[in-house]
């Protein structure tokens, strides 16, 4: 297998759009009582009385996002004096050690699949895609709905980037078929349609065409993938 990665993979939790997810939000607000994943940090999306916080799940969010926060800490000295680490590994050595610990110690919660997530995309990052793949499918067998679904969707775009387009078409096409609050419709259809782009471009553009008139991050995309269609 090739060394990917996480940075190569646009479904990464710390990649996410914040205007996609608030977009998708607006649209399935009867739907949200649980995390949304925005821009590197997990935040509850708490929408009326939908979603009751026990003590408990406060402590294991708390961890979680504490977790979450050290991949936003500067590398290098911070020019606001704020907190910083001396090198990407120092930093990233302090998050594996945090979600590891979510992992273990609230493991089968939303919490503890959420920091099994992370674990994977920061091995990933490290070079050992063989071990983040396992970790990627384990939490998508295992992760519940919503967690399992972004899972699914890195897996895919993992095994893309390996070469391994078919397995990767075979994934995409079920979460089209069965979006989540995490993994629109329209977000796994661009990724589908960017797989299958070299070897069926008709339907690549069939797909993508539609989405290029939709609301403005789901356009945007669409059409991006749409140019690198044509480039081909």
Known sequence: MAKISRKDLKTDLFAMEVEHTVGYVAHHKGQIARYAAIGGTVVVAALGGYLYMSGQRTARMQALGEAAQVLETPVG?????????????????????????????????????????YLAMLTLDQGRT???????????????????????????????????AADAEKILRSL??????????EQATISLARVVAKSKPDEARKLLEPLAKERSVISRNAITALGELSAK
């Open 77 to 117: 000295a911070d020019q606001s004096g704020g907190p910083s680490f001396a090198t990407k590994d120092a930093r990233d050595k302090e998050a594996l050690k945090l979600f590891t610990n979510v992992a273990s110690k609230h493991a089968g919660s939303t919490e503890g699949i959420a920091a099994r997530y």
């Open 130 to 164: 063989a071990e983040a793949e396992k970790m990627l499918k384990e939490v998508a067998d295992s992760g519940g709905k919503e967690y399992a679904s972004i899972a699914q969707l890195s897996l895919a775009e993992l095994q893309a980037n390996a070469g391994r």
């Open 176 to 185: 089209v078929d069965h979006p989540t609050i995490l993994v629109s419709k």
